[in-house]
């Protein structure tokens, strides 16, 4: 296998509190049967880790593992999984996924070794105070947001996974496991669309896209 797509879908879901979060629908669609068919057009295979005891919705087709008790450990038992050059990491909550954001991060992680779809930061940014009141003006200049998919060689990422778990250091993302190794992660302009269905209003934001996205 050159390239494959793997996708933690083992999450629980409690923010959103509608189940594991990958399984929910969007007009009639999951959340993971999104993210893969967006995904398998440019890749050799897709992996999925699921949370345990639960089966692939019916309207997904890929190979799967099951998930550990953080994302960090999902994605690990996936890299474990597959023999793949290049892998592209992407979060099952993110089920809008425009392909040249796809074709961006493969080439740029063939190219370096690790990349990542990213956002410039657009609002005012501020550490709030103990008390919850304004508390410290971060200025927002050269600040992205990281989103995914993520593109590594799979060698390099699963060096920084099996070193991460020797340090107990955990990360909410893959990229910050090689930056945090000394290695350089190339941002890739990511996409509005590619935002993280977390919260109710996020479910909420998906479901007004999905008609415009799926016509
Ligand atoms: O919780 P969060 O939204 O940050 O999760 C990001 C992605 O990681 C989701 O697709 C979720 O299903 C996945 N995940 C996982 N295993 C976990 C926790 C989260 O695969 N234990």
């Known amino acids: 296998v050159r390239v494959a797509a793997l996708i933690p879908a083992a999450g629980s879901g409690t923010r959103l509190g509608l189940g594991p979060k990958a399984f929910v629908e969007v007009a009639g669609r999951s959340l993971l049967g999104r993210s893969a068919a967006a995904l398998a057009p440019h890749v050799d295979e897709v992996l999925v880790a699921l949370p345990a005891g639960l089966e692939l919705p019916a309207d997904v087709t890929a190979r799967t593992v099951t998930g550990g008790d953080t994302r960090q450990t999902s994605v690990l038992a996936l890299l474990r999984a597959t023999d793949a050059e290049v892998v592209l990491v992407h979060d099952a909550a993110r089920p809008f996924l425009p392909g040249a954001v796809v074709r961006a991060v493969i080439a740029a992680a063939r190219e370096i070794g690790a990349a990542t779809a990213a956002l410039p930061v657009a609002d005012t940014l501020v550490?709030?105070?103990?008390?919850?009141?304004?508390?410290?003006?971060?200025?927002?200049?050269?600040?992205?947001?990281?989103?995914?998919?993520?593109?590594?060689?799979?060698?390099?990422?699963?060096?920084?996974?099996?070193?991460?778990?020797?340090?107990?250091?955990?990360?909410?993302?893959?990229?910050?496991?090689?930056?945090?190794?000394?290695?350089?992660?190339?941002?890739?302009?990511?996409?509005?669309?590619?935002?993280?269905?977390?919260?109710?209003?996020?479910?909420?934001?998906?479901?007004?896209?999905?008609?415009?996205?799926?016509a």
């Open 127 to 214: 550490r709030a105070g103990p008390g919850g009141d304004w508390g410290t003006l971060t200025p927002r200049e050269r600040l992205w947001a990281v989103q995914t998919p993520q593109g590594f060689r799979r060698d390099v990422l699963l060096a920084a996974h099996e070193a991460a778990l020797t340090d107990g250091f955990a990360a909410t993302d893959d990229a910050g496991l090689i930056a945090r190794t000394g290695g350089a992660v190339r941002l890739v302009p990511g996409d509005a669309r590619l935002f993280k269905v977390t919260t109710p209003g996020d479910l909420a934001l998906a479901q007004a896209l999905a008609p415009v996205w799926d």
